[in-house]
């Protein structure tokens, strides 16, 4: 595993450590793995709600739909 020196004010510094001694992460190393792993799916997710946006977008006009035809919809999709 690589390594990295993170320079941090004292009160980050304090707070990381708290993280780590209170049992939830094995030290401070193992709780900022876990910060960047969340970002890391934070981020996946938001590019995929984006790119749903997009192409919503990119579809063009909406077009009316009706009760009626919604629920004849979900009848043949099931």
Excluded: C
């Amino acid at each position: 595993m690589a390594t990295m020196n993170v320079s941090l004010p004292e009160q980050m510094k304090d707070w990381v450590e708290e993280q780590a001694r209170t049992g939830t992460y094995a030290n401070s190393s193992d709780y900022v793995r876990d910060l960047i792993r969340r970002d890391q799916t934070r981020a996946k997710a938001i590019a995929e709600l984006q790119s749903a946006i997009d192409a919503g977008l990119a579809s063009g006009p909406a077009q009316t739909l009706t009760a009626q035809d919604f629920k004849a919809s979900m009848r043949r999709n099931g």
